[in-house]
Every structure is written in structure tokens, then in C-alpha cells.
């Protein structure tokens, strides 16, 4: 029996951690110091970047750990089998179809299993980089099909990096050139396999830095604090819970709260900056800080619970996007360009902006709440009173946005004036925080005047917020002109369409549910 069960141990170990068929020590390889980008940083974390841009996902296939990757960059004997088996894995699934007209016109065989001609190996795609090259250079437009083959050419130039050894820049002792490439060590020196693990032994010793972000990669903490969160959602939401389990929730909660505050730690200490400057680091943290606000507010002063769950349910959303949408996010730490390279004015001049965002995005869940949920149904009785609460809440927190995004404005015109040499200069960034100011300020007045009804006032927060979207999401994904244009990304569009699809359902839902006509 314990026979068995030793073998079964066994298995599942192999299976799990899939140990390499080759003597490598993964843990060790994976912390090398590597100069990628302007930036040292470990191996491990060049690895998970590249492999995500590669195959579009942020989950690479098993099979590849550090000494894998190692093998895939060499092009010693011994790691030749490893290397081909690897390739096999590198697969490139093309969406566009005209790019995939062009690439089968080439005489470029899509996958065999693939039976809708979607996926192509790299290892195909490299031998006609030439000829998509020059398919792009054709291409007159700055259209949809003209992004879609630069993105491919740029995977097909990494890929060619990585199987070359000339995207690996390893410490070199023995030369005034600090940084050496993979490559041009393989060139230099036969290794035999012992004498090849010997000399990864006698690398560099890992700094501080690097260690850190290792670690950072390794562990991904705000994976656990995704799943923290739902699990502190979860046992919130449970009916008639007990005081005990209320309790529980409350500390899992804190829980993804510490996780979510080392993680910015751990970025800042990485980067030496603040971790806000990317459009992945902005959704985390308006995220974080919501949840922070909303958790604060119901245990020191009293605010209601259903505030301190939409806090949390705004949390999740953004964790959930920056796991689920990797094209449109990228988590690498990468130098800064230098109109950012100022911590005072970013410090201060993104973080008002992003907690106005945050402020903003917790009056629009609890706005969209208010309209998703009839009393009839959830509140009976007890409806108007919470409801009050709600609206009350919404109010102060506009008032803060408000105040915060006038704030960010204010000191975003005194480092454009610094950095730039105007205060205002209408770059659609600009104009989108200002249309984001007037829009609440409108609301505030109206409210404030009694010109909005308070039975109105969660459709106009909850429209509001479309405002807040177009300036941070839309200058990015759809408009891309300016002078922020450190910030553009592309993949955002069809996310931004949907959302205000969904948010114009919602605000008809909520008519229809309390029989108010749109146009009364």
C-alpha cells in the first residue's frame, strides 16, 4: 500500500510541476539578471512578457520554465530535440482575415488541426517575414489591416529574437561590454552539457531588484487578491449570514486589501516610481482605491454596507479585467519616456485624477444598483430608507471626484507648463478631463438645486460615468492623438462600444422598471 501510494505521489509531483527531461535548475536560471528593454530584470519575467505577446494569452503552455526557454534560445546539440518540441508550441492564431488571405497566399499551411485556418506555426510565418513586410509597406491606409500585419511582424521579429539567442543579454565579467547576448556567448564557446550548466552557475549574483521582481512574477499577487475578493463577495452576499461569517468575510477582504498594497510596494520598489503610469496600473489602482474608500468609510464612520460592497464588486471588475484582457493590458515594467520622469508631478497629478476615477466609479456601481434592483423585489418596505442612504452616499462621492479631478487638472496645467511650456493647450486628454469636471459639476448643482429629482439622480451619475470612460479609456483606445500619446494601447475599442451598450441597457431597464418615460 505505501508502495502505491509513493508512486502516486510521485506522479502527481511530475505531473504538476513538470520536471525538464535535462539538468537545469529552473528556480535558479529564472532569477538571471537579463538587460531587456532599458531595464535589467530576471529571466523568469522575460519569459512570461514574451511568451504572452507571442501567443496573445497570459497563461503560457506549461512546458515552457526558464531552462526551456534557454533551450529554445540555444543552439547547442544537446538542447536541439528540446528546442524542436518547443517550436511546436509557439503558435500564432490570426483573427483578421485578410491577414490570413495574405499569409495563405504565401503558401503558408495553417496548423492541420486547426480546420478554420486561424493558426500558423511561427516557425512557418519567419520565412515570409520578407514578403509581409513588404505587404505592409503596400497598405496606403492606417486601417484595421495595416495594425494587424505590424502586430505580426512584430511578434515574427521577437520570435526570431528568442530562437536566435539574440533577445537574451546576459552580465558579461571578462569584457568592457557589460551585456553580452546569448547568441554571441554560443558563438564564442562550445559548451559541453556540464560545462553549459556550469557557466549559468557562475553568473552574476542576483541584486535586490531583480530578486524582487522575480518574486513579483513568480507569485502574481494580485491573482490571490482576485480571488480573495470573490470569496469575500461571496460570503457578503450570502442571505441571513452570521455574525461570525460576516466577521470572516471582512477579514478575507483585508485580506486581497494587503495582498493589492504589497503589490504596488513591490511594483514601486521594482521601478523606483510611482505604479501609475500605464493603463494597467491606473485600472488596478482605481480598483484598490475604491475598495480602500468604501472599506474605510463602513468601519470608521458608519457608511452602509451595500457602499462597502460596491466598493468591492468595482475591485473585482478590475482585477478581473487586467487578468481577462491581456491585449489590452500589459503588466511589464518598462522605462519611462522622459516628460514622466518627474515622481513629484506624477505622483500627484495621476493619483488625483485616478482616485477621482475611483470616487466616480463607486457612485456609478451604486447608481447602476439603485436602477438594477426594484424595491418590489429585494427591499420591500425597508427600500426608501436604504435608497435615501445610497443617494447620500453617491452624493459625497461625486463631491470628492469632483474636487479631485479639479485638483488633478490643476496640477496636470502646472507640469504641462513645467514640462511643455503652456498650461492648456485643448490635447484631447485635456479636453476629456474638463468634460469629465463640468459634467459632475453639473450634476452637484442640479442636485444641489433640487433640479434633478432625487428619484433622477442615480440615472444621471450612472450616464455620468460615461464621461469618465471616454477620458481614460476612449483618448486612449479610440481617439490615440495627442500629447499623452505615452499612454495609447489598441485592443480597447470593442470593450468600450460594449460598455456603453450595457450602460444605455441598464438606464432603460431602470426606466421601464419604475415607469418613467424618457422623454417626460
Request: hydrophobic share 45%.
Amino acid at each position: 500500500m505505501a508502495n502505491k501510494l509513493s508512486f502516486v505521489l510521485l506522479f502527481f509531483f511530475f505531473t504538476i510541476f513538470n520536471i525538464p527531461s535535462f539538468s537545469c535548475d529552473d528556480l535558479a536560471v529564472g532569477k538571471l539578471s537579463t538587460l531587456q528593454k532599458g531595464r535589467i530584470r530576471p529571466l523568469y519575467t522575460h519569459m512570461q512578457e514574451s511568451l504572452a505577446h507571442l501567443l496573445d494569452s497570459s497563461k503560457p503552455p506549461k512546458e515552457f520554465t526558464p531552462c526551456s526557454f534557454l533551450a529554445l534560445s540555444s543552439s547547442l546539440d544537446f538542447h536541439q530535440e528540446k528546442k524542436q518540441e518547443l517550436e511546436t508550441l509557439l503558435i500564432k492564431k490570426v483573427p483578421h482575415e485578410k491577414v490570413r488571405e495574405i499569409i495563405l497566399s504565401l503558401s503558408i499551411s495553417p496548423i492541420p488541426k486547426d480546420s478554420s485556418q486561424k493558426n500558423f506555426f511561427y516557425r512557418d510565418l519567419i520565412k515570409q517575414k520578407h514578403a509581409l513586410r513588404n505587404e505592409w509597406e503596400s497598405q496606403e491606409k492606417e486601417d484595421s489591416l495595416k495594425k494587424e500585419l505590424a502586430k505580426l511582424l512584430e511578434q515574427i521579429h521577437l520570435y526570431e529574437e528568442i530562437i536566435s539567442g539574440r533577445g537574451l543579454n546576459f552580465h558579461n565579467k571578462s569584457s568592457e561590454h557589460p551585456w553580452i547576448s546569448f547568441e554571441e556567448i554560443l558563438t564564442f564557446k562550445k559548451f559541453t552539457q556540464e560545462e553549459f550548466f556550469e557557466f549559468l552557475k557562475n553568473q552574476e549574483k542576483i541584486s535586490p531588484p531583480v530578486l524582487l521582481e522575480y518574486w513579483y512574477t513568480k507569485l502574481n499577487p494580485l491573482k490571490w487578491a482576485l480571488i480573495f475578493s470573490l470569496l469575500c463577495a461571496l460570503l457578503l452576499a450570502l442571505p441571513h449570514a452570521s455574525a461570525k461569517l460576516t466577521i470572516f468575510a471582512y477579514t478575507i477582504g483585508s485580506l486581497s486589501l494587503l495582498l493589492q498594497t504589497m503589490a504596488f510596494i513591490w511594483r514601486t520598489l521594482i521601478s523606483q516610481r510611482a505604479p501609475i503610469t500605464n493603463m494597467y496600473e491606473t485600472v488596478v489602482f482605481s480598483g484598490y482605491a475604491c475598495f480602500l474608500l468604501s472599506f474605510l468609510g463602513h468601519k470608521l464612520f458608519s457608511v452602509s454596507k451595500i457602499t462597502a460592497i460596491a466598493g468591492l464588486v468595482y475591485n473585482i471588475l478590475s482585477l478581473l479585467l487586467i487578468q481577462l484582457a491581456t491585449t489590452m493590458f500589459s503588466s511589464s515594467i518598462n522605462p519611462l519616456v522622459p516628460v514622466l520622469r518627474d515622481n513629484f508631478w506624477l505622483s500627484t497629478h495621476v493619483t488625483s485624477v485616478i482616485l477621482s476615477y475611483a470616487a466616480f466609479a463607486l457612485s456609478w456601481i451604486l447608481a447602476n444598483f439603485l436602477l438594477l434592483f426594484p424595491r418590489s423585489r429585494i427591499f420591500s418596505s425597508h427600500f426608501e430608507d436604504l435608497a435615501g442612504k445610497i443617494r447620500q452616499n453617491i452624493y459625497t462621492c461625486l463631491k470628492i471626484g469632483t474636487t479631485l479631478i479639479a485638483l488633478g487638472i490643476i496640477l496636470g496645467g502646472v507640469w504641462a507648463d513645467y514640462s511643455w511650456g503652456r498650461f492648456w493647450d485643448w490635447d484631447p486628454k485635456e479636453v476629456g478631463s474638463l468634460i469629465v469636471l463640468l459634467v459632475y459639476i453639473a450634476i452637484l448643482h442640479g442636485k444641489y438645486t433640487n433640479w434633478i429629482p432625487h428619484k433622477h439622480f442615480e440615472f444621471y451619475t450612472a450616464l455620468a460615468f460615461l464621461s469618465v470612460m471616454m477620458a481614460w479609456f476612449g483618448v486612449n483606445y479610440v481617439l490615440a492623438a495627442g500629447l499623452h500619446s505615452y499612454g495609447f494601447s489598441e485592443g480597447g475599442a470593442v470593450f468600450l462600444s460594449s460598455f456603453f451598450l450595457v450602460q444605455i441597457l441598464i438606464v432603460l431597464k431602470g426606466l421601464y422598471s419604475r415607469k418613467l418615460l424618457i422623454f417626460k
